[in-house]
């Protein structure tokens, strides 16, 4: 078992500030969960510590930015985007470089609960001009995109796991803005799918079991993972709809706004003659483990097997 995205994140940032003295660290009460408490200790000058006082951070986030430094605004996603009104104009509108950095995203954070569950995070972030949107899949991946973001000039909205995360990525992986990777297909590699599975975040490994089952029972699917929502892979899915029977998404949130809303985009400007499943969550969250959640709101991989099969032959 790899580790959450945000633990990676907090390696990340512990790795690249030697050489980039301009990274900062903001907080709201948060610092053991975001994973950036090693940085506060570590660089107690270059933390800052505002409470539960999130709106008040970002604007002192922007205005660090626009000083010369780079930001990395941290707390759980759903506290993140409760302040939207606020990163609208601090962040997007004014097109600062700052780095907003969302924990504990969706039904996967497990017990604690409806109120801590951000599912509503990716359509808001993505409706913004000026927004890099990027959901890691696994550790690999993360370290990578927090790296691109170190480098890149401009609002970055950063999408992470409280739970554990599989590897999906070889150590040959290269972190690609705006592009979807196949992280699954089937040996034999078939001219034809069944199905071609666009995953983003906590249940990718999920659809990678389901991908898995379904060669069992001879049915072909490919898992293509997809970390850069903002701005979007169109030509991924009008690659892999002209070669499967149908397109299935699935995300830890809300059923629209998100991945699968990003795909049917694409699917339709490109007039793209394949069907698109989207799986999602429809309903708010509640309190149980991640596996349970999972299961219950169709996220696991029975659901994605069932959403690939269903009507076929």
Same mark, same amino acid.
């Given at each position: 078992?790899?580790? #959450?995205?945000?633990?990676?994140?907090?390696?990340?940032?512990?790795?690249?500030?030697?050489?980039?003295?301009?990274?900062?660290?903001?907080? #709201?009460?948060? +610092?053991?969960?975001?994973?950036?408490?090693?940085?506060?200790?570590?660089?107690?000058? %270059?933390?800052?510590?505002?409470?539960?006082?999130?709106?008040?951070?970002?604007?002192?986030?922007?205005?660090?930015?626009? !000083?010369?430094?780079?930001?990395?605004?941290?707390?759980?996603?759903? $506290?993140?985007?409760?302040?939207?009104?606020?990163?609208?104009?601090?962040?997007?509108?004014?097109?600062?470089?700052?780095?907003?950095?969302?924990?504990?995203?969706?039904?996967?954070?497990?017990?604690?609960?409806?109120? /801590? *569950?951000?599912?509503?995070?990716?359509?808001?972030?993505?409706?913004?001009?000026?927004?890099?949107?990027?959901?890691?899949?696994?550790?690999?991946?993360?370290?990578?995109?927090?790296?691109?973001?170190?480098?890149?000039?401009?609002?970055?909205?950063?999408?992470?796991? %409280? /739970?554990?995360?599989?590897?999906?990525?070889?150590?040959?992986?290269?972190?690609?803005?705006?592009?979807?990777?196949?992280?699954?297909?089937?040996?034999?590699?078939?001219?034809?799918? /069944?199905?071609?599975?666009?995953?983003?975040?906590?249940? &990718?490994?999920?659809? *990678?079991?389901?991908?898995?089952?379904?060669?069992?029972?001879?049915? *072909?699917?490919?898992?293509?993972?997809? !970390? +850069?929502?903002?701005?979007?892979?169109?030509?991924?899915?009008?690659?892999?709809?002209?070669?499967?029977?149908?397109?299935?998404?699935?995300?830890?949130?809300?059923?629209?706004?998100?991945?699968?809303?990003?795909?049917?985009?694409?699917?339709?400007?490109?007039? !793209?003659?394949?069907?698109?499943?989207?799986?999602?969550?429809?309903? $708010?969250?509640?309190?149980?483990?991640?596996?349970?959640?999972?299961?219950?709101?169709?996220?696991?991989?029975?659901?994605? &097997?069932?959403?690939?099969?269903?009507?076929?032959?």
């Amino acid at each position: 078992m790899g580790k #959450a995205t945000r633990a990676a994140f907090g390696d990340a940032i512990m790795e690249l500030a030697d050489a980039h003295p301009e990274i900062v660290v903001l907080d #709201a009460d948060l +610092s053991k969960s975001t994973m950036t408490q090693p940085f506060m200790k570590k660089y107690p000058a %270059r933390h800052y510590e505002f409470g539960i006082a999130e709106q008040n951070m970002i604007g002192a986030g922007a205005g660090l930015a626009l !000083c010369g430094k780079i930001p990395f605004v941290t707390s759980f996603a759903c $506290f993140l985007i409760g302040r939207l009104e606020t990163i609208r104009i601090c962040a997007a509108y004014n097109q600062t470089n700052i780095k907003l950095v969302g924990t504990h995203a969706g039904i996967g954070i497990g017990e604690d609960g409806t109120s /801590q *569950m951000a599912l509503e995070d990716l359509g808001a972030m993505r409706s913004l001009p000026h927004m890099t949107v990027l959901q890691p899949a696994d550790a690999n991946e993360t370290k990578q995109a927090v790296a691109w973001a170190v480098a890149h000039k401009g609002a970055v909205y950063l999408r992470l796991t %409280r /739970q554990n995360m599989e590897d999906v990525h070889g150590p040959d992986y290269k972190f690609q803005i705006g592009k979807a990777d196949v992280i699954w297909e089937p040996a034999s590699k078939p001219k034809h799918y /069944q199905a071609t599975i666009f995953a983003s975040g906590g249940p &990718v490994p999920e659809a *990678m079991k389901a991908a898995k089952d379904l060669e069992g029972r001879g049915f *072909m699917a490919r898992v293509v993972n997809a !970390c +850069s929502l903002s701005p979007f892979d169109d030509e991924a899915v009008v690659k892999f709809s002209k070669d499967s029977d149908r397109i299935v998404t699935v995300e830890d949130h809300n059923i629209v706004g998100g991945l699968g809303t990003a795909v049917c985009e694409a699917a339709a400007a490109r007039a !793209c003659a394949v069907p698109v499943v989207k799986i999602g969550v429809r309903d $708010f969250g509640e309190s149980a483990s991640p596996e349970q959640l999972y299961d219950k709101y169709g996220l696991s991989a029975p659901h994605i &097997v069932e959403a690939c099969l269903r009507n076929l032959n």
